[in-house]
């Protein structure tokens, strides 16, 4: 049992109870209904009574049955209903989590397996809560109950299942140890068997190219036929537990039937306990074996609590610092000052000392070399984090006491994979400004350059898109962005080179669009294109997280130094005049 | 359902085995139940000698220590069953896929598709093991069990039988019945909440950015609540029907109890066999136990089922091309590519990807293709290598139509190296000796120095034995280009088309591969797919298309004076800083 489950998640507690309870409760019953049903019968055998006899018994006997299937119904069904508040807690708190978390800490991870986290994951823990944990709970109490019974009944009886008592678990740890690596070695051949056949399948394209699709089936099955020898030979030993636990179980109920009938003969023990003991066997025993099938069942489930509580403890890097929300948002300038950045968990800072101001109305152009700490630089101004050295600052109120919420509101980026979302375009749209009317919709859809594409699909803007906006180009996501930005008509502007995975004609139609979004408004525009970078009043050029160069675009084009550098570092083979062309194409744009 | 069933054929001695041994597992716990309650009755008996009780004591060692065994042998020979199902199973949908790849699998996401077929083949080797053997099982020692209880009270027999019946199917069925609406809601319910997770995560940086938090989270919340709701329902029938299950069995001995006392008040039982017909009766659930989730498994396995066979049950594209290459007169030197007018699409309700396409290739001329993206550039190294049939028009190998071309000649007669090519998951030189499997050492290492790829197989410890992992991974994308040019020079076809060769790679290394890869190929007909257009002054000429239709044509220098399309593409390449050369 994970310890933090325990703790911090109530219905884990109420569950623990609940199954404690039934275990204690069937312990009961399984007890109460052999001995009744050890004395209807020793009555009527030895007894030789009638069944009108023993017909109150026989009701007793009836209810204890219902009794039992009541507490089978009921502690199912609770202990599955907690397992669900469970996860429905689990979900919203790490939902909850991950937006405090942000983009910083999300794209640091991979994305797959969040996901994979937050929606398998959590299914994982249902078997892991409501199968395994209440069979725990069940195995550590029926058979103990059991036991101190068969003792008070027949010592011998009791000695036997204590003697198996800590050999199944000893046998069950013992060689399901071996068993499960040899378990997991089997597992992890036979999904390499798979991948291998995947890989076939996937790579069939290049086998046909090359002349070697046909032999292929051949290969196939050579590779399995040599898998299942080898996995028949580990499973050999693997199954050895089931035999072995099998054999302990009905060895020893052999043994207490051999053992209770000696005693019975000579009439040392009367019949009606001997029953009872005999009945009472097998249910000591069976708790032991659901433990080993539902441990496989809740193996999933203990991997992904581990998984979900790292998760949980993730650093609320985008979480709103502050209270202040200075006035006049357009007016301030954007301070920064020695802004150094260190991403959790990492030795090297992403930025160091850098310190410029953004003044209002001001279209700044980042550029620099992958690493070099741009984007980074845009997240902090985002307010997904707050700089781990020196300070932000809008005007004179520094990030950190920022309602970061509230800045965020007042300004708009845009990113080079604009995320759209399941619903419709109106929705996406309106995602920007709730209140916007159809004909400020429109109208932004229009300034984006998005209006024309938008009335051709099916149903127009109620046009439903699918999640991740799939059937989408990436120039019609990006102009939905772009539409986005002109409903939110926030006066700060930050963008990472949105165009960049675009065709030069789509990128050329866009810049357009954009150009007008960026005027009279204070911008930051992370650069990859040189065309981009020219647009802009001022050119920031960082190299391993720290500002080199800051000046206008033509003025540092003249300059040696890293802008300098950038710009020739892309070198077509020197016989091409490539200034020459470069100048004539700079001037085109 | 019947032809995967069939594939089981060659095992059926297996399978017979692996029923037995499961059948007399089930049977050896009713042995070992009955015969020690009829040890201990008779015992009770007091009988005048202990020889009496010779019997039942073999009987319950026998059967006590006889079930592990059984256990393990089901165990054992089921797996096996299981295994040799599998592979048949792959066997089976690769020659059935075979013929499919390309071109009838490129209406789906062949990626995601693929990865299926394989998840679902591995769920149809539960065919055995999960769906068939349970009610067999099931069958054959409720046979014995009933025949063993009609022995001794026919009435007991029927009783037994309509308990058994219900708890192995009647109650099973009822309860997927019942469940069916709710899990499908429930279902519904789960994927409406898997896109909002999901978004939580991809939408990360937007739902931030437009100051969604709270109404992201009062959403998910809605549906969270909703998911729980119908989840708690199921949840409630599945507690029912597992309270209903333990009722059976013990409802079952409580009937055959009050019966048998009946039974023998009348004499018409033995009083010694009264404990043993009631714990033949607890004893016996086991035989039904497995069928509950063989019923689960049944709506897995043909789901599963139904998605392969709506894959792999496609007409295959008729490739019709008899002629072989000696035939046609295609001796193996460099041939002119001639189409004319050539149209393609990948599916009849789909626009034209080639759209009367035309130009000429002359014998080792070496001819650069260029394009914005999805303007057909890479299909035509499909349609050229017979990937995928063309429609309309004529693709002329020295005058030979290349459709009347045997289609299993294609690798003899064109080498490509696609967009993506391809490495196996394993080592180096396997996946180079895949295009020619006698080749040389020095034909391998010459290939590697054309492909620049001589210095890292140097510095590799392993050499040319270094597996190259999972779709090639262990080796940058650049280098598994280059590993794929490789192959392609050892296949030596006198035709090559190269899609994106160079892609990835610094512009040093693509001068030297270039100028290398021209001077081996120059005896052959080459096509140099590419969206770099500065480095192109050096081919014969290049064509450029959009939308499928040749736009330009002619020496890239011609090109560059005419300023069309692709100086303007030019001149916007020239514009991007370096640093990002590789990632437009």
């Known amino acids: 049992m994970n310890p933090r489950l325990l703790k911090e998640v109530k219905s884990v507690q109420t569950l623990l109870g609940l199954v404690i309870l039934q275990g204690v409760l069937s312990g009961i019953l399984i007890i109460a209904q052999a001995s009744v049903l050890a004395l209807i019968?020793?009555?009527?055998?030895?007894?030789?009574?009638?069944?009108?006899?023993?017909?109150?018994?026989?009701?007793?006997?009836?209810?204890?049955?219902?009794?039992?299937a009541v507490l089978?119904?009921?502690?199912?069904?609770?202990?599955?209903?907690?397992?669900?508040?469970?996860?429905?807690?689990?979900?919203?708190?790490?939902?909850?989590?991950?937006?405090?978390?942000?983009?910083?800490?999300v794209h640091a991870q991979k994305t797959g397996e969040l996901v994979n986290t937050l929606i398998q994951g959590i299914e994982d823990l249902e078997p892991y809560l409501a199968r395994y944990v209440p069979q725990i709970a069940i195995t550590a109490l029926v058979p103990t109950i059991i036991l101190v019974e068969a003792f008070s009944r027949d010592w011998i009886t009791g000695l036997i299942l204590l003697i198996t008592v800590p050999l199944i678990p000893f046998f069950m740890i013992l060689i399901g140890r071996q068993a499960e690596s040899s378990t997991k070695r089997q597992w992890e051949t036979l999904s390499r068997l798979s991948a291998h056949f995947l890989d076939v399948l996937q790579g069939l394209t290049t086998l046909k190219l090359l002349g070697q699709s046909a032999g292929q089936a051949r290969g196939i099955e050579r590779a399995s036929d040599e898998f299942r020898r080898a996995t028949m030979a580990s499973l050999r030993i693997a199954f050895v537990s089931a035999l072995v636990l099998e054999l302990l179980?009905?060895?020893?109920?052999?043994?207490?039937?051999?053992?209770?009938?000696?005693?019975?003969?000579?009439?040392?023990?009367?019949?009606?306990?001997?029953?009872?003991?005999?009945?009472?066997?097998?249910?000591?025993?069976?708790?032991?074996?659901?433990?080993?099938?539902?441990?496989?069942?809740g193996l999933n489930g203990m991997e992904a609590a581990k998984r979900i509580f790292e998760i949980l403890d993730a650093p609320e890097l985008a979480k709103a610092g502050g209270t202040m929300r200075p006035a006049a948002v357009d007016a301030q300038p954007i301070v920064l000052n020695r802004v150094g950045f260190q991403y959790p968990g990492r030795s090297e800072p992403a930025l160091q000392g850098?310190?410029?101001?953004?003044?209002?109305?001001?279209?700044?152009?980042?550029?620099?070399?992958?690493?070099?700490?741009?984007?980074?630089?845009?997240?902090?101004?985002?307010?997904?984090?707050?700089?781990?050295?020196?300070?932000?600052?809008?005007?004179?109120?520094?990030?950190?006491?920022?309602?970061?919420?509230?800045?965020?509101?007042?300004?708009?980026?845009?990113?080079?994979?604009?995320?759209?979302?399941?619903?419709?375009?109106?929705?996406?749209?309106?995602?920007?400004?709730?209140?916007?009317?159809?004909?400020?919709?429109?109208?932004?859809?229009?300034?984006?350059?998005?209006?024309?594409?938008i009335a051709a699909l099916p149903q127009g803007w109620q046009t439903v898109l699918g999640e991740g906006g799939t059937g989408l180009s990436g120039g019609q996501k990006q102009r939905l962005a772009l539409a986005r930005a002109y409903l939110k008509d926030a006066p700060v502007i930050f963008m990472d080179e949105p165009t960049a995975n675009l065709d030069p004609e789509t990128e050329a139609e866009l810049w357009g669009h954009l150009e007008a979004l960026l005027t009279g408004r204070t911008a930051v525009v992370v650069a990859h294109r040189l065309s981009t970078a020219r647009r802009m009043d001022v050119v920031w050029a960082m190299n391993h997280g720290q500002l080199e160069q800051v000046g206008a675009p033509r003025e540092l084009e003249r300059v040696p130094g890293l802008y300098r550098e950038l710009i020739q570092a892309y070198a077509p083979l020197p016989e091409e005049g490539h200034y020459a062309s470069l100048h004539r194409a700079a001037e085109t744009l | 359902m019947r032809h995967y069933t069939a594939l089981l054929k060659p095992y059926r001695w297996w399978v017979v085995l692996a029923l037995l041994m499961a059948t007399l597992t089930v049977l050896a716990n009713v042995g070992l139940m009955s015969t020690s309650a009829y040890l201990i009755a008779r015992a009770a008996q007091h009988p005048y000698t202990i020889l009496l009780l010779w019997v039942p004591i073999v009987g319950v060692r026998f059967f006590g220590t006889s079930r592990g065994v059984f256990r393990y042998l089901d165990r054992y020979v089921s797996h096996n069953v299981t295994f040799q199902l599998l592979k048949e199973l792959r066997v089976y949908v690769y020659r059935k896929l075979e013929p499919l790849i390309p071109s009838r699998l490129q209406a789906f996401h062949t990626g995601d598709l693929l990865s299926r077929v394989v998840s679902d083949v591995d769920t149809l080797q539960n065919l055995y093991l999960g769906l068939y053997a349970p009610p067999i099982v099931a069958l054959l020692s409720t046979i014995v069990i009933l025949g063993l209880m009609a022995y001794f009270g026919v009435a007991l027999a029927l009783v037994l039988a309509v308990f058994l019946v219900l708890a192995g199917v009647v109650v099973p069925v009822l309860s997927q019945w019942s469940a069916g609406g709710l899990t499908a809601r429930m279902v519904q319910a789960r994927g409406e909440l898997s896109t909002e997770l999901v978004e939580t995560i991809h939408?990360?940086?937007?739902?931030?950015?437009?100051?969604?938090?709270?109404?992201?989270?009062?959403?998910?919340?809605?549906?969270?609540?909703?998911?729980?709701?119908?989840?708690?329902?199921?949840?409630?029938?599945?507690?029912?029907?597992?309270?209903?299950?333990?009722?059976?069995?013990?409802?079952?001995?409580?009937?055959?109890?009050?019966?048998?006392i009946g039974m023998v008040t009348r004499g018409a039982l033995p009083p010694v066999l009264l404990p043993v017909v009631v714990l033949l009766t607890l004893a016996s659930f086991e035989a039904v136990n497995a069928l509950p989730p063989a019923f689960q498994m049944r709506g897995q396995i043909s789901a599963a089922r139904t998605r392969i066979n709506e894959i792999v049950d496609q007409t295959p594209p008729m490739f019709a091309g008899q002629k072989t290459l000696e035939a046609a007169g295609l001796d193996g030197k460099a041939p002119a590519v001639q189409l004319h007018d050539v149209r393609f699409r990948y599916h009849s309700t789909t626009p034209w990807v080639l759209d009367k396409t035309s130009f000429d290739v002359l014998p080792m001329q070496h001819v650069a293709v260029v394009g914005p993206s999805g303007a057909g550039k890479s299909t035509l190294s499909g349609v050229l290598?017979?990937?995928?049939?063309?429609?309309?028009?004529?693709?002329?190998?020295?005058?030979?139509?290349?459709?009347?071309?045997?289609?299993?000649?294609?690798?003899?007669?064109?080498?490509?190296?696609?967009?993506?090519?391809?490495?196996?998951?394993?080592?180096?030189?396997?996946?180079?000796?895949?295009?020619?499997?006698?080749?040389?050492?020095?034909?391998?290492?010459?290939?590697?120095?054309?492909?620049?790829?001589?210095?890292?197989?140097?510095?590799?410890?392993?050499?040319?034995?270094?597996?190259?992992?999972?779709?090639?991974?262990?080796?940058?994308?650049?280098?598994?280009?280059?590993?794929?040019?490789?192959?392609?020079?050892?296949?030596?076809?006198?035709?090559?088309?190269?899609?994106?060769?160079?892609?990835?790679?610094?512009?040093?290394?693509e001068r030297r591969l270039i100028q290398e890869l021209r001077q081996w190929a120059k005896n052959k007909t080459v096509l140099w797919i590419t969206h770099r257009l500065v480095n192109l002054d050096v081919m014969d000429q290049v064509v450029v298309l959009a939308q499928g239709r040749v736009v330009e044509q002619g020496p890239a220098e011609t090109l560059g004076r005419q300023r069309g399309l692709f100086q303007r593409m030019r001149e916007s390449e020239i514009q991007t800083f370096a640093w990002n050369a590789d990632a437009v």
């Open chain 1, 249 to 297: 179980a009905s060895l020893s109920m052999a043994m207490v039937a051999v053992a209770i009938g000696l005693r019975v003969i000579p009439g040392r023990m009367p019949f009606e306990t001997a029953f009872f003991l005999l009945v009472l066997v097998p249910d000591f025993y069976l708790p032991w074996r659901m433990l080993g099938t539902r441990f496989h069942d």
């Open chain 2, 203 to 260: 939408g990360n940086t937007d739902l931030l950015v437009l100051g969604q938090e709270a109404r992201h989270l009062e959403k998910l919340g809605a549906l969270v609540r909703a998911w729980a709701l119908r989840r708690i329902r199921l949840h409630w029938l599945a507690g029912l029907s597992a309270g209903i299950m333990q009722a059976l069995n013990n409802g079952a001995m409580w009937l055959i109890l009050v019966l048998g």
């Open chain 1, 354 to 453: 850098v310190s410029a101001v953004v003044k209002p109305g001001e279209r700044v152009a980042v550029v620099g070399p992958s690493g070099a700490g741009k984007s980074t630089l845009l997240a902090l101004l985002m307010g997904f984090a707050v700089p781990t050295s020196g300070t932000i600052a809008l005007g004179d109120t520094p990030f950190t006491s920022l309602d970061l919420a509230w800045w965020r509101q007042h300004v708009m980026y845009l990113t080079q994979n604009p995320y759209i979302f399941a619903g419709t375009v109106a929705d996406n749209l309106r995602m920007a400004r709730w209140d916007a009317t159809d004909a400020e919709i429109r109208r932004a859809a229009e300034r984006a350059g998005a209006w024309e594409y």
């Open chain 1, 72 to 105: 089978t119904w009921l502690g199912e069904t609770g202990s599955l209903a907690l397992a669900t508040r469970v996860q429905s807690s689990l979900r919203m708190r790490l939902t909850q989590r991950l937006l405090n978390a942000g983009p910083l800490y």
């Open chain 2, 385 to 509: 290598s017979q990937l995928w049939p063309y429609e309309e028009g004529h693709i002329l190998i020295n005058g030979v139509e290349l459709s009347d071309l045997r289609v299993d000649a294609m690798p003899h007669l064109i080498g490509v190296v696609d967009q993506e090519p391809h490495l196996f998951d394993t080592t180096l030189r396997e996946n180079l000796l895949l295009a020619n499997p006698s080749a040389t050492p020095t034909q391998l290492q010459e290939a590697l120095r054309i492909a620049q790829l001589e210095s890292l197989v140097n510095e590799l410890p392993d050499g040319l034995e270094t597996p190259v992992g999972e779709h090639g991974f262990n080796f940058s994308g650049g280098e598994r280009k280059r590993v794929a040019i490789a192959r392609v020079i050892l296949q030596n076809a006198p035709i090559l088309v190269f899609d994106e060769a160079t892609e990835g790679l610094d512009a040093l290394t």
């Open chain 1, 41 to 68: 019968v020793s009555r009527v055998f030895i007894g030789h009574q009638t069944l009108a006899s023993v017909q109150h018994l026989l009701w007793v006997l009836l209810a204890i049955i219902v009794a039992r």
